[in-house]
C-alpha cells in the first residue's frame, strides 16, 4: 500500500472522520489544493467545497464542507468545519431551501454584518447545489 | 401536639416528594452522561484549534499590528463578564456559586475603577444578578442547553461579545461558568477571553524544530477568521462545561434531598407510632376506669 497521510475532518460537536488516505483533495479560499503525505507544513482557510479523499487513484469519499480551516502537515491533514456532509448525503430540496432563504436575508439585510453574513450563507448555499450537480464552483 | 391524621399527612407528602427528587436524580444522571459525552466529542476541535492558534501565534509573535482581539485596545477600562448559569434551579449551590464568584469579580473591578458590563446566559444568573447590578447587564441569553448544547448557540453568542468588541464597548471580556471536575464537584472558573491569552507553544518532544507554516492567503487574513472561531469555540466550551456541571449539581442535590426525605418519613412514622399507642392507652385507661367507677 502506497504511503498515506493521516486526514481528519473534525467539526465543533465532533470528530466525523479520522482515517488515513493517499491523497485528499481540499477547496482552499485560494484555490483547491492536493494534500499528499510529506506536504510542507501549511495552515489555510477554505471556501464552501467539496473534500475528496482518494485510495488507489481514486475518490473513495466526498464530503461537503460550509468552510473552515485546514491544517496540512508532513503526516497529517487535519479540516476544522462547521458543517461537514457526505456529497451522497446531499438533498437537492435542502440546498433549494437554503439558497432561497439566503436570497431573502441577503435581500433583507440592513447592517454591514448582516449582509456579510446573508453573503456567506449564500455562498454556502450556492457551493451546495454545485456539489449535487458534480463539479466543483469556481474559486472567486 | 400535631394530631394523627396531620401525621399520616405529613408522610404522605414527604413520600411524594421523595419519589419526585429520585425520579429528578435519575433524570440528572442519564442527563449528565450525555452532558459529558458531548464535552468529551468537543474535546478534538478546540484542542486542533488551539494548535493552529499556536502555531499563527508563534508566527506572528513580536510583530506589529497583531489583531486586536489577540491583542487588546491597549486600554483596560471596560470589562465584559459573561455569566454562565442554568435556566433552571434546583440544582443545589450550582448557581449561587456562580453568581458569589461574579459578585465578587464585579466588585473587585468597581474598586480599581474599571467599568464594568455583564452578559448573562442563563435565566437564574439573569435573575440574581438583577437585583443589584440591574443597571450593569446589557444583554441576557435564555434557553440554551433545553436539549442539549449546540454549537449554534455558542456562534450565537460568541457573535454577540464580537460584534461588542467591534463596536469598541469593551476592553478586556472575561467568561465566568463552572467547570466540571468530577459529578459531585464544580470548580468556578474564570476565563479571559479578550484578549485571548495565546496558549504557549508546546514544545515538540524531542526537541525537534518547530515546523515553519506556510499561510494561505496570510497569516492576518488567517487570524482574522479564526479567532472569530475561537471565541465560539471557548464559548462552546464554556457551556458544555457548564451543563455537565448542572446535571451533576442537581444530581448531587436531588441525592441529598432524597437521602434527607427517608430520613424525615422515618422520624414521622415514629413519631406516628408513638402517639398512636400513647391514644390507644390512654382510651384504654378511660374504659377500665369508667369500669372501675361502676
Redesign the interface.
Known sequence: MAETLQF?L??????LVSEPAEMVTVP???GD?GALPRH??????LRPGIIDIYEGGNIRNRIFVAGG?A?V??ERC?V?A?EAVPVSELKAEDAAARLKAAEEALQAAETD?ARAQAKRAHDVAVAMQAALSGGQPAAH | MPSLKDLRLRITSVKSTRKITSAMKMVAASKLRRAQMAAEAARPYAERMERMLGALAGSLAGQQGAPRMLAGTGQDDVHLVVVVSSDRGLCGGFNSSIVRDVRRLIADLQRQGKTVKVLTVGRKGRDNLRRDHAKLITESVEGIGRKGVSFADADQIAAKITSMFEAGEFDVCTIVYNRFRSAISQEVTRQQLVPFPVPAVSEEKGGEVKALYEFEPSEEGILDELLPRNMAVQVFRALLESSASEQGARMTAMDNATRNAGEMIDRLTIQYNRSRQAQITKELIEIISGAEAL
Open positions: 481528519e473534525v467539526s465543533p460537536e465532533k470528530l482552499g479560499s485560494e489544493f510542507s507544513p501549511m495552515i489555510a482557510t480551516f491544517e502537515n508532513e487535519t476544522l462547521e454584518q
